[in-house]
């Protein structure tokens, strides 16, 4: 009898418990939904997001890349003065309004977007290895970055072209003014890109 109802006193209070346990649950998903369409939340670009969800952002952003680039195989010939060459005229037309260019330190884009594009003239400040950092090259700029103003790249440039400007990337930092302007330069014969 006294084990009947010590079991039926640890029943009663497992199912308070979890009754507990899934109110607290409603009212968190209840206080989110309210949040979310209440419009208090300040989304203009012109406001930095509050510490917790930068860092939130942040490291889903690194983490979700990180995963996916580490699957891409880079080309055993990616340093070769071909891509180089094919990659910087790309770089030109396509990323240096946000990216930067060795005589550029902001434009009207960089001013205005939040969070600021990194500025791929410099050595990046992440602690990868040169296959981690060609992979996630490569994979951001085949297919962006939602809600960043990264765009994905894929649509009407194959891997050959994007491996081309990864080679670019590689060597941006270490060209002065009058070497970009060299390896920058489209030629006559070659077709501007479209956008």
């Known amino acids: ?16 418990f979890i009754k507990a346990l899934l109110f607290l649950i409603l009212a968190a998903v209840l206080a989110v939904f309210i949040f979310i369409y209440s419009g208090l939340y300040q989304i203009g670009a012109d406001v930095p997001h509050n510490k917790g ?6 490291t889903l952003r690194e983490r979700s890349v990180a995963k996916a ?3 891409v195989h880079v080309p055993d010939d990616l340093s070769s003065p071909a891509r180089l060459l094919r990659g910087g005229p790309d770089y030109n037309e396509m990323c240096v309004s946000c990216h930067l260019s060795p005589f550029t330190s902001e434009t009207d884009f960089t001013k205005g977007l939040y969070p600021s594009p ?5 050595i990046s400040s992440q602690k990868l290895n040169e296959k981690q950092r060609d992979q996630r090259r490569f994979w ?29 990337l590689k060597k941006l930092p270490e060209l002065s003014p009058e070497q970009y302007q060299i390896l920058t330069a489209r030629g006559s014969e070659e077709s501007p890109h479209s956008h």
């Open 1 to 16: 009898m006294i084990t009947n109802n010590r079991e039926l006193t640890m029943q009663s209070h497992f199912t308070y």
């Open 53 to 58: 969800t930068f860092w939130l952002l942040e």
């Open 69 to 71: 680039a580490a699957k």
């Open 118 to 122: 990194p500025d791929l003239t410099k």
């Open 140 to 168: 951001i700029i085949k297919h962006g970055i939602k809600a960043s103003a990264m765009p994905s790249w894929a649509p009407g440039h194959d891997d050959q072209r994007i491996w081309d400007i990864v080679a670019f």
